[in-house]
């Protein structure tokens, strides 16, 4: 009798399937690098509706998951196509410290492999990338100072002391390079990327926003505002959850005065995914919530954009094609915005605290960061609710109109490089001509003092100047009449705040070596496709 008790009680948790590190702890510990290979390995041995793959592998070595979920087992994106299926992805630890969006895909890979939630399985694939950085995934200890648990978890950047979340136009790693391979190979309809919040009091779990890059297709962004993030928010309420947009106070010491969201550029992984026409959700989670509530919380925002990619997702992939038509047909000789003021985008309610402030003694101002701007800001007890304005700085306040495309000069061919990886268009001259440009003379170059993320940032003063060039054999032309202008156009205008030109892509090119004067960007604005022959790169 006492042998089958303890068989009964066996039986549920056998049922149940592999446990995570954080569920076997109650919350106390997060996953290492191996246990979550081998709770992926403990699935595959029992489902075929799992199938594991690599998009890269670590600066450390280690090998970067990608999992596949499915009713049907596919394998491949044509096996996909061929069942008439959309793709989700979803993107977990780019920042090993923030490490619930880890715990809650794994739980996620288990319960559908199970087949608790079939119904969401009926119309798409879902991928999981659970461990996008392995290597600080590893780095354990205390980090961050403000994540309510787990104990330990690992650190921002990766093995080569690089932030990956920064990394989307330079593309120096590894794990960035596979994921745009993977990216392109699988086409998601929606990518979503996971991280926790380390910003201002709130009583909210779940902060997101879709895509926000200022150049994105109007459409996309008009869709992703109206139906996508009410549409989710609405299935996160049904699972007792009230999500906000993400972002932080514009004034600690006056919350009334709005609520700002900063990250806009190219560099960040969900914005470089708009600027490819594709749909992209910002996770972020209340890191001062406990451990328990960001995983479950984490776990519901899933099911809920689930529920409305399995709903949405053709309507979706629709505006996707029309933007990528857009694109071939109207980008060129639009308006590119270079420079941008905040715009209010709506009204939110916010739920968070009464504020008690205190001036910093001048004496003390030395030992908190400028940004304080002098003053301590402590949330009391007592709860108050804000009218929230909401703001991004995605007003136009100065650009250029777009040219029909670029001549760049061959001694930058490593950028080209990166152009071809991305999938971008790229012909190259296979006899020198002479034809009229654009040609950007630099006045002025400002350059951050310390490097960010190994390079000092860029930004260019000078003015465009008609001239007539010879272009050798072997340069290269990058029409913007393809469905990657956009993210073209980001990259090789000399005043974008986030292309190759501010990352100091060009800097070896563009100071002469005698004397130590500014030269011109090595990329030309052209009017007309040049007028001879041309091979398309591969």
Not at 272 to 281: A, E, P, T
Request: glycine content about 8%.
């Amino acid at each position: 009798m006492k042998k089958l008790f303890v068989l009964l009680l066996v039986l549920p948790v056998l049922a149940m399937g592999p446990l995570t590190r954080a569920e076997k702890t109650n919350f106390a510990e997060t996953s290492t690098y191996a246990d979550v290979m081998n709770f992926l390995w403990a699935l595959r041995t029992e489902s075929d509706r799992i199938h594991v793959k690599y998009i890269a592998t670590s600066a450390e070595g280690r090998k970067i998951p990608l999992v596949i979920v499915s009713k049907e087992g596919i394998k491949t994106p044509r096996e996909a196509k061929e069942l008439g299926k959309e793709i989700v992805y979803i993107e977990a630890n780019i920042h090993a410290g923030e490490v619930e969006g880890k715990e809650a895909s794994l739980m996620m890979i288990r319960d559908l492999v199970q087949g608790k939630y079939d119904d969401l399985l009926e119309n798409q694939v879902i991928l999981f990338c659970p461990i996008f950085n392995p290597d600080g995934n590893e780095k354990f200890g205390k980090h961050r100072y403000s994540d309510n648990g787990p104990q330990l978890a690992g650190v921002r950047y990766n093995g080569m002391g690089l932030d990956l979340n920064r990394d989307f136009v330079k593309q120096e790693t590894p794990e960035v390079m596979g994921l745009i391979r993977a990216l392109m190979e699988w086409d998601p309809v929606l990518f979503v990327d996971m991280h926790t919040t380390d910003g201002s009091y709130h009583r909210h779990v779940v902060t997101w926003t879709p895509q926000f890059a200022p150049w994105t297709d109007e459409e996309l962004m008009k869709y992703a505002w109206n139906r996508m993030f009410p549409g989710i928010n609405q299935n996160m309420k049904a699972e007792g959850y009230d999500p906000i947009p993400h972002g932080g106070f514009m004034d600690r010491k006056k919350p009334e005065k709005g609520w700002l969201f900063w990250a806009v550029l190219a560099r960040y992984g969900v914005n470089y995914v708009g600027l490819r026409n594709r749909f992209s959700i910002l996770d972020e989670n209340y890191a001062r919530a406990d451990f328990k509530t960001r995983v479950y919380g984490a776990y519901a925002f899933l099911k809920s954009i689930f529920r409305f990619t399995a709903v949405h997702g053709r309507e979706m992939r629709e505006i996707e094609r029309r933007a990528d038509l857009r694109a071939i047909k109207s980008y060129a000789g639009s308006f590119f915005p270079t420079e941008f003021g905040n715009k209010k985008l709506f009204e939110f309610s916010l739920k968070s605290y009464k504020f008690e402030i205190k001036k910093i003694p001048r004496k003390e101002l030395s030992r908190y960061p400028s940004w304080f701007g002098g003053y301590l800001v402590k949330k009391t007890d007592e709860f108050k609710t804000y009218k929230m304005s909401y703001f991004a700085p995605i007003k136009p306040e100065k650009g250029i109109t777009l040219p029909d495309g670029y001549i760049i000069l061959p001694v930058v061919k490593d950028v080209v490089d990166i152009l071809l990886r991305n999938g971008i268009t790229v012909e190259r001259l296979l006899k020198p001509l002479e034809m009229e440009v654009e040609e950007f003379r630099i006045d002025k170059i400002e350059a951050s003092p310390l490097p960010f993320q190994g390079h000092h940032l860029k930004k260019f003063k000078g003015k465009y100047v008609k001239t007539r060039k010879r272009i050798p054999a072997g340069s290269y032309f990058v029409s913007l009449h393809q469905p990657l202008a956009r993210l073209a156009a980001v990259m090789l205008e000399p005043l974008s705040p986030d292309g190759f030109a501010a990352w100091g892509l060009f800097d070896r090119v563009i100071v002469h070596e005698w004397g130590g004067r500014p030269w011109m960007i090595p990329v030309y604005r052209v009017s007309h496709r040049p007028k001879t022959k041309l091979l398309i790169m591969k």
